[in-house]
């Protein structure tokens, strides 16, 4: 059996993202099946262009927010998208949205960004992650 990690994403600031991206990455790198799961806030950062213009930090650094995204700029870090997409160029990372917040918000799998693999109950996706070795709530 393939070891897993599973991430399951709450949050939709980049500061959260980016950590789901870079975790994302180093399981891949390590071999490690990804899934990650993206449910309320988490799934209206990756509905279609967002991320373009999210440049909102967590609630305890918001005052630091236009500086450290005028850093990354400064020093071209990749977005949180360009980092999740190189993790899926290293590994097996597949992004699922919860379908009871894709219903609550309205939303179809064709709003979402193409990285959204599918659409999942949460039944199914915990079917997956009670075999992952790693389990994270971002």
């Known amino acids: 059996m393939q070891e897993r990690m599973s991430i399951i994403v709450f949050s939709g600031t980049v500061d959260k993202l980016l950590a789901v991206a870079t975790l994302a990455s180093g399981a ?23 991320w373009k213009t999210n440049r909102r930090l967590s609630k305890d650094f918001e005052d630091y927010g236009p500086a450290v995204m005028n850093a990354m700029e ?13 993790a899926r160029e290293l590994g097996n990372v597949n992004v ?18 193409d990285i959204v693999d599918d659409v999942e109950g949460v039944a199914g996706f915990i079917q997956q992650a009670k075999d992952s070795k790693i389990t994270l709530f971002i």
């Open 28 to 50: 891949a790198a390590m071999d490690l099946d990804v899934d990650i799961f993206l449910t309320f806030w988490g799934i209206e950062a990756f509905r279609k262009g967002n």
């Open 74 to 86: 400064a020093k071209r870090v990749p977005t949180w998208l360009d980092t999740l997409k190189t």
């Open 96 to 113: 699922y949205a919860c379908s009871m917040t894709m219903e609550l918000f309205g939303l179809t799998l064709e709003d979402m960004e």
